[in-house]
C-alpha cells in the first residue's frame, strides 16, 4: 500500500511505524508542518490497558517508552487545606518531547519518509496518489474541515478557561489542587512525568478568570510558541504555597478553551480521521494521546485483517467509535463538574474528595473500596455523621425524611406506567405489582401517573383517582404496603395533555386512538410529535378545571392511606408542556417568560398542597432540560425547582425530557443525575428540601456513590424493579448489611443470604505466606532517581 499520514504526532507516527512493521513493502509517507522537538505541552499519561496493547503490538516502543516512565499510584487532593491521599489507581506518565522521539526514531528505523517542517500536499492530490490518507493533523485538521459535509463535525468550545504550564517541583502522584480565592475557585492538575519535572494544569470558570484578571491579555495575538508571561506570573503569585519556590515552566502556553471534538463518520473513501481530528476528550480523564495512539492500533490492526481498504475502514469506525464515546461521555460529565466545581466549595471536605474522585461515573464507591477500603470506609463514617444517623452503613441504607415523612432508606421505586386499568380502576394488577415492590424493601413506592380525570388520561388503560369507586382500590394496595411492610406508599398525580388519548404502549406509543379519542388540551396548539393529536389551546375555564380536578384527586389520595403526594410537572404532560418554551408559545399571562409559564403549574401545586394536611408531604417531579434547542435549559431547572420549593415543595424529583417527540437526549449511566446535582446545590440543599435523582441508576453501587458524593438525597430506579422486585433486599444481601433499612419480611428471611453458587465444602489449603490483602492498600508514590536529584 502506500499509505500518506498528515500529521506527525504520536497517532500518527505510531500508525506509521505499525504499518511498516507489519509490511515492509507498505510506502508510509507522514507530513509534519513543526520541527521534530516541537510539541505542546510537557507530559502524556497512560493506563495499564493502553500499555498493554502497546507492548503486544511494538515491544520496541514499549520497551523504550517503559524506561521512561513515572509510575505511581496515589491521587492527592488538597481542598482549601484539607489533604486526602487515595491509593491503589496506577498510572505511568512520561515526557512528550521524549515520546516523540522514541517514535520518530522507530518510524526512521523502520523506513518510514517522514517530512518535517512541511505542511500536507492537498488532501484531493493525496487521496488520489495514494490507497489510504490518514488525516492526523489534531484538533484543527484542515483535511476535516475541506470534508465536512462527510464528516459531520461537531465543535464544542467549552467555558472553562485552562493554561497548560510544567514546574520543576517533582510531585509524587497525581495532584488536585482547589483552591478558593477572593476571585472564585481555581483547580490545579498536576501529575510528575520524568524525574525533573512535572505537568501543571490551572483550570478556572471563565467568569472566575475575568474577575482575578487574567483577560489582560485576551486580545493580544502571541507569536508561534511564544507563552502568556503574564499569566504565567500571576499563577506564579496566587498558586505560591503550592509550588514551594520551584519554577513554572512553559511550552507555548497560554490560554484556551476546550474543545469537545465529535463527527459523524471518521472515513469518506480512502482518507481516515485519527486522532483529535476524529474525537477530543477533556484533559481531566485522561490524554489525547493515549487515544491518538489507541486509534492507531485499533486502524492498524483493520488494515492488516481486511483484504480491503474499504472494509477495513468501516470496521475500524465500528470497533473504535463506541470506545471513544464511551471516553467522551466520562470526559463531558468530568468537564462539566470541573465547570461547575463552585457549587462544591460550601461542601464537607472528604465529601468533596469523593465527588471529585467520582465526577466521570467511571470511578465509583465500590470501585474505591477495591483500590482503598480506609478512604472508602472514611466515606461512609463521615455521611452517617453528616446525616445525624444512627450508626455506620452503606448509604442507601440511611434513614431520610421528605419533610414529616420518615423513610427506612433513601431507595425510591420510580413512577411507571402500566396501562392496565379498567374505567381508571386499579385492580389485582397493581396491588400485586406494587405491593412486591414494597415487600422487596424499596424505602418510598410511587404509583405511575394517577390521571385526575377521565381527559386528563394518557391511554385508557390509565388508572385514575376521579371518584370514589378508584379510591377504594387505591385503599386497598394502601393498606396491603402499611399493613405488610415497613415502606411507604407515595401518589403521583397527572394530567396527559397533549400527550393523552392514546394508544396502550405495547400498541403504538403515542400513536392516537383509532375509536374513542377524547379531546386534549395543551399551553399551545402543538402537537407533541409527527402523527400526534394537535391540542386545543388551554383557556381559563379549562385551566380552572384541571386546578379542581388536581385539588379533588389530592383529597381522595389522602382518603386512599397515601403517604406522599408528587405532581407530575415533567416528560412533555399538560404542566410540564406550560413550563416548556418548546410547548408553549401562549401570549397571555401563562407564556413567554419563565415566571409566567410558572403561572399555571403552581396553581396546580398550591391547590394539591392546600388539600393535602400538613403531616402529608407535596412534592414535584420535574424536567430539567428538553434535549431541544429553545427548550427549557439547567438554569431554567433551578429557577423551577426554586418557584417550587417557595411553594412547600418538599422534594424535587429530577428527570428530563419527553416534551417534544423529536428530542436528543445524551444517554448513559446516571445521565440525569447531573441535573439533581445541580438543583440540590444550587437552591434545594440550602433550603432543607430533598432531591431525587433518577435514569439510567440500576446498580447499589450507582446509588451510594450518587448519595455519598452529594449529587442527590434519594435514588428512584424504575426498571431495575421490574426485573427484580426484590432489588433492594437482594442489595443489602450482597452488602452483608442487616439492619432496619434493608428489613426482609419475617417470611422471607431464610432467603436473606445469597444461595450457594457452587460447592463450598472444599477447604483450599494454605499457600501463601502472607494472606491476599494484608498488606492493605498499595500507596506507590513516584520519586526523582538518585542520580538525577544528585545531578
Given at each position: 500500500?502506500?499509505?500518506?499520514?498528515?500529521?506527525?504526532?504520536?497517532g500518527?507516527?505510531?500508525?506509521?511505524?505499525?504499518?511498516k512493521q507489519l509490511?515492509?513493502?507498505?510506502?508510509?509517507t507522514?507530513?509534519?508542518?513543526?520541527a521534530?522537538?516541537?510539541t505542546?505541552?510537557?507530559?502524556?499519561?497512560?493506563s495499564?490497558?493502553t500499555?498493554?496493547?502497546?507492548?503486544n503490538?511494538?515491544?520496541?516502543?514499549?520497551?523504550?517508552?517503559?524506561?521512561?516512565?513515572?509510575?505511581?499510584?496515589d491521587?492527592?487532593?488538597d481542598?482549601?487545606?484539607?489533604?486526602?491521599?487515595?491509593g491503589?489507581?496506577?498510572f505511568?506518565?512520561?515526557?512528550?518531547?521524549?515520546?516523540?522521539r522514541i517514535?520518530?526514531?522507530?518510524?526512521?528505523?523502520?523506513?518510514?519518509?517522514?517530512?518535517h517542517?512541511?505542511?500536507?500536499?492537498?488532501?484531493?492530490?493525496?487521496?488520489?496518489?495514494?490507497?489510504?490518507?490518514?488525516?492526523?493533523?489534531?484538533?484543527?485538521?484542515?483535511?476535516r474541515?475541506?470534508?465536512?459535509?462527510?464528516?459531520?463535525?461537531?465543535?464544542?468550545?467549552?467555558?472553562?478557561?485552562?493554561?497548560?504550564?510544567?514546574?520543576?517541583?517533582?510531585?509524587?502522584?497525581?495532584?488536585?489542587f482547589?483552591r478558593?480565592?477572593?476571585w472564585?475557585t481555581?483547580?490545579?492538575?498536576?501529575?510528575p512525568?520524568?524525574?525533573?519535572?512535572?505537568?501543571?494544569?490551572?483550570?478556572?470558570?471563565?467568569?472566575v478568570?475575568?474577575?482575578a484578571?487574567f483577560?489582560?491579555?485576551?486580545d493580544?495575538?502571541f507569536?508561534?510558541?511564544?507563552?502568556?508571561?503574564?499569566?504565567?506570573?500571576?499563577?506564579r503569585d496566587?498558586f505560591?504555597d503550592?509550588?514551594?519556590?520551584?519554577?513554572?515552566?512553559?511550552?507555548?502556553?497560554?490560554?484556551?478553551n476546550?474543545?469537545?471534538?465529535?463527527?459523524?463518520?471518521?472515513?469518506?473513501?480512502?482518507?481516515?480521521l485519527?486522532?483529535?481530528a476524529?474525537?477530543?476528550?477533556h484533559f481531566?480523564?485522561?490524554?489525547?494521546?493515549?487515544?491518538?495512539?489507541?486509534?492507531?492500533?485499533?486502524l492498524?490492526a483493520c488494515?492488516?485483517?481486511?483484504?480491503?481498504v474499504?472494509?477495513a475502514?468501516?470496521?475500524?469506525?465500528?470497533?473504535?467509535?463506541?470506545v471513544v464515546?464511551?471516553?467522551?461521555?466520562a470526559?463531558?460529565?468530568?468537564?462539566?463538574?470541573?465547570?461547575?466545581?463552585?457549587m462544591?466549595?460550601?461542601?464537607?471536605?472528604?465529601?468533596?474528595?469523593?465527588?471529585?474522585?467520582t465526577?466521570?461515573?467511571?470511578?465509583?464507591?465500590?470501585n474505591?473500596k477495591?483500590?482503598?477500603?480506609?478512604?472508602?470506609?472514611?466515606m461512609?463514617?463521615e455521611?452517617?455523621?453528616?446525616?445525624?444517623?444512627?450508626?455506620?452503613?452503606?448509604?442507601?441504607?440511611?434513614p431520610?425524611?421528605?419533610?414529616?415523612?420518615?423513610?427506612?432508606?433513601?431507595v425510591?421505586?420510580?413512577p411507571?406506567d402500566?396501562?392496565?386499568?379498567?374505567?381508571?380502576?386499579?385492580g389485582?394488577?397493581?396491588?400485586?405489582?406494587?405491593?412486591?415492590?414494597?415487600?422487596?424493601?424499596?424505602?418510598?413506592?410511587?404509583?405511575?401517573?394517577?390521571?385526575?380525570?377521565?381527559e386528563?388520561?394518557?391511554t385508557?388503560?390509565?388508572?385514575?383517582?376521579?371518584?370514589?369507586?378508584q379510591?377504594?382500590?387505591?385503599?386497598?394496595?394502601?393498606?396491603?404496603?402499611?399493613?405488610?411492610?415497613?415502606g411507604?406508599?407515595g401518589?403521583?398525580?397527572?394530567?396527559?395533555?397533549?400527550?393523552g388519548?392514546?394508544?396502550?404502549?405495547?400498541?403504538?406509543?403515542?400513536?392516537?386512538?383509532?375509536?374513542?379519542?377524547?379531546?386534549?388540551?395543551?399551553?399551545?396548539?402543538?402537537?407533541?410529535?409527527?402523527?400526534?393529536?394537535?391540542?386545543?389551546?388551554?383557556?381559563?375555564?379549562?385551566?380552572?378545571k384541571?386546578?379542581?380536578?388536581?385539588?379533588?384527586?389530592?383529597?381522595?389520595?389522602?382518603?386512599?392511606?397515601?403517604?406522599?403526594?408528587?405532581?407530575?410537572?415533567?416528560?412533555?404532560?399538560?404542566?410540564?408542556?406550560?413550563?416548556s418554551?418548546?410547548a408553549?408559545?401562549?401570549?397571555?399571562a401563562?407564556?413567554?417568560?419563565?415566571?409566567?409559564?410558572l403561572?399555571f403549574?403552581?396553581?396546580?401545586?398550591d391547590?394539591v398542597r392546600r388539600?393535602?394536611?400538613?403531616?402529608?408531604?407535596?412534592?414535584?417531579r420535574?424536567?430539567?432540560?428538553?434535549?431541544?434547542?429553545?427548550?427549557?435549559?439547567e438554569?431554567?431547572?433551578?429557577?423551577?425547582?426554586?418557584?417550587f420549593?417557595?411553594?412547600?415543595?418538599?422534594?424535587?424529583?429530577v428527570?428530563?425530557?419527553?416534551?417534544?417527540?423529536d428530542?436528543k437526549?445524551?444517554?448513559?449511566?446516571?445521565?440525569?443525575?447531573?441535573?439533581?446535582?445541580r438543583?440540590?446545590?444550587?437552591?434545594?440543599?440550602p433550603?432543607?428540601?430533598?432531591?431525587?435523582?433518577?435514569?439510567?441508576?440500576?446498580?447499589?453501587?450507582?446509588v451510594?456513590?450518587?448519595?455519598?458524593?452529594?449529587?442527590?438525597?434519594?435514588?428512584a430506579?424504575?426498571?431495575?424493579?421490574?426485573?427484580?422486585?426484590?432489588?433492594?433486599?437482594?442489595?443489602?444481601a450482597?452488602?452483608?448489611?442487616?439492619?432496619?433499612?434493608g428489613?426482609w419480611p419475617v417470611?422471607?428471611?431464610?432467603?436473606?443470604?445469597?444461595?450457594?453458587?457452587?460447592?463450598?465444602?472444599?477447604?483450599?489449603?494454605?499457600?501463601?505466606?502472607?494472606?491476599?490483602?494484608?498488606?492493605?492498600?498499595?500507596?506507590?508514590r513516584?520519586?526523582?532517581?538518585?542520580?538525577?536529584v544528585?545531578?
Amino acid at each position: 500500500m502506500r499509505i500518506a499520514v498528515a500529521g506527525g504526532g504520536p497517532g500518527g507516527l505510531y500508525f506509521a511505524a505499525l504499518m511498516k512493521q507489519l509490511d515492509p513493502a507498505h510506502q508510509v509517507t507522514v507530513w509534519e508542518r513543526d520541527a521534530p522537538d516541537e510539541t505542546f505541552g510537557f507530559g502524556v499519561v497512560f493506563s495499564d490497558e493502553t500499555l498493554s496493547g502497546i507492548d503486544n503490538a511494538d515491544e520496541v516502543v514499549h520497551a523504550a517508552m517503559e524506561s521512561g516512565f513515572a509510575r505511581w499510584t496515589d491521587i492527592d487532593i488538597d481542598f482549601n487545606g484539607h489533604r486526602f491521599t487515595v491509593g491503589g489507581q496506577g498510572f505511568a506518565a512520561m515526557s512528550r518531547r521524549d515520546l516523540l522521539r522514541i517514535l520518530q526514531e522507530r518510524a526512521a528505523a523502520l523506513g518510514v519518509t517522514v517530512h518535517h517542517r512541511t505542511p500536507a500536499p492537498d488532501v484531493d492530490e493525496l487521496r488520489a496518489s495514494h490507497d489510504l490518507v490518514v488525516a492526523a493533523d489534531g484538533l484543527h485538521s484542515t483535511i476535516r474541515t475541506k470534508y465536512a459535509d462527510v464528516f459531520g463535525p461537531s465543535l464544542d468550545r467549552r467555558r472553562n478557561k485552562y493554561i497548560w504550564l510544567g514546574t520543576d517541583l517533582v510531585f509524587e502522584a497525581f495532584q488536585f489542587f482547589v483552591r478558593q480565592t477572593r476571585w472564585g475557585t481555581m483547580q490545579i492538575h498536576g501529575y510528575p512525568y520524568s524525574d525533573t519535572g512535572s505537568t501543571f494544569i490551572v483550570e478556572m470558570h471563565e467568569d472566575v478568570w475575568r474577575r482575578a484578571g487574567f483577560d489582560r491579555t485576551e486580545d493580544q495575538v502571541f507569536p508561534p510558541g511564544a507563552s502568556d508571561t503574564y499569566a504565567v506570573a500571576r499563577v506564579r503569585d496566587i498558586f505560591a504555597d503550592e509550588l514551594r519556590g520551584h519554577q513554572v515552566l512553559t511550552n507555548n502556553s497560554k490560554w484556551l478553551n476546550f474543545t469537545t471534538v465529535r463527527n459523524e463518520r471518521w472515513y469518506d473513501g480512502n482518507v481516515v480521521l485519527l486522532g483529535d481530528a476524529a474525537h477530543t476528550a477533556h484533559f481531566s480523564i485522561g490524554s489525547g494521546t493515549k487515544l491518538a495512539m489507541e486509534d492507531a492500533l485499533a486502524l492498524a490492526a483493520c488494515l492488516h485483517e481486511h483484504p480491503t481498504v474499504a472494509g477495513a475502514l468501516e470496521t475500524y469506525q465500528a470497533e473504535r467509535k463506541p470506545v471513544v464515546e464511551s471516553t467522551q461521555r466520562a470526559a463531558q460529565a468530568s468537564l462539566e463538574w470541573f465547570e461547575n466545581i463552585g457549587m462544591y466549595a460550601g461542601q464537607e471536605p472528604a465529601r468533596f474528595a469523593f465527588n471529585l474522585l467520582t465526577r466521570s461515573r467511571r470511578i465509583t464507591f465500590e470501585n474505591l473500596k477495591e483500590r482503598d477500603a480506609e478512604f472508602a470506609a472514611l466515606m461512609e463514617t463521615e455521611f452517617a455523621r453528616d446525616q445525624q444517623a444512627p450508626g455506620v452503613a452503606p448509604a442507601m441504607f440511611q434513614p431520610v425524611r421528605i419533610g414529616p415523612l420518615a423513610l427506612k432508606n433513601r431507595v425510591v421505586v420510580s413512577p411507571m406506567d402500566m396501562y392496565s386499568a379498567e374505567s381508571g380502576v386499579p385492580g389485582d394488577f397493581h396491588l400485586v405489582h406494587l405491593g412486591s415492590k414494597a415487600l422487596g424493601g424499596a424505602g418510598l413506592v410511587m404509583t405511575e401517573m394517577v390521571c385526575v380525570s377521565p381527559e386528563g388520561r394518557i391511554t385508557p388503560g390509565c388508572t385514575g383517582l376521579w371518584n370514589d369507586e378508584q379510591r377504594e382500590a387505591w385503599r386497598r394496595v394502601t393498606d396491603f404496603v402499611h399493613d405488610s411492610t415497613t415502606g411507604r406508599i407515595g401518589l403521583q398525580l397527572g394530567h396527559a395533555g397533549r400527550k393523552g388519548s392514546t394508544q396502550l404502549m405495547w400498541e403504538g406509543m403515542d400513536r392516537p386512538l383509532d375509536d374513542g379519542n377524547w379531546e386534549v388540551i395543551g399551553p399551545s396548539a402543538i402537537p407533541y410529535g409527527t402523527g400526534c393529536h394537535v391540542p386545543r389551546e388551554a383557556t381559563r375555564d379549562d385551566m380552572d378545571k384541571v386546578v379542581a380536578d388536581f385539588a379533588a384527586a389530592a383529597e381522595r389520595g389522602v382518603r386512599a392511606g397515601f403517604d406522599l403526594i408528587e405532581v407530575h410537572a415533567a416528560h412533555g404532560y399538560l404542566l410540564s408542556a406550560f413550563l416548556s418554551p418548546v410547548a408553549n408559545r401562549r401570549t397571555d399571562a401563562y407564556g413567554g417568560p419563565l415566571e409566567n409559564r410558572l403561572r399555571f403549574p403552581l396553581e396546580v401545586f398550591d391547590a394539591v398542597r392546600r388539600a393535602a394536611p400538613p403531616g402529608i408531604p407535596v412534592t414535584v417531579r420535574i424536567s430539567a432540560t428538553d434535549w431541544m434547542p429553545d427548550g427549557t435549559t439547567e438554569d431554567d431547572a433551578v429557577d423551577i425547582a426554586r418557584a417550587f420549593i417557595a411553594h412547600g415543595a418538599a422534594a424535587i424529583d429530577v428527570s428530563t425530557g419527553q416534551v417534544a417527540q423529536d428530542e436528543k437526549p445524551a444517554f448513559g449511566r446516571s445521565y440525569q443525575t447531573p441535573f439533581a446535582d445541580r438543583i440540590r446545590h444550587k437552591v434545594a440543599g440550602p433550603a432543607g428540601v430533598k432531591v431525587i435523582a433518577v435514569g439510567a441508576i440500576s446498580s447499589y453501587d450507582d446509588v451510594n456513590s450518587i448519595l455519598l458524593a452529594g449529587r442527590a438525597d434519594l435514588c428512584a430506579l424504575g426498571r431495575p424493579h421490574l426485573y427484580n422486585p426484590q432489588w433492594t433486599l437482594q442489595a443489602a444481601a450482597e452488602q452483608e448489611y442487616r439492619g432496619i433499612g434493608g428489613e426482609w419480611p419475617v417470611q422471607w428471611q431464610a432467603g436473606r443470604r445469597p444461595p450457594p453458587a457452587s460447592r463450598t465444602d472444599k477447604i483450599p489449603p494454605r499457600l501463601a505466606l502472607l494472606r491476599e490483602g494484608a498488606a492493605g492498600t498499595v500507596h506507590l508514590r513516584w520519586t526523582p532517581r538518585p542520580d538525577t536529584v544528585s545531578a
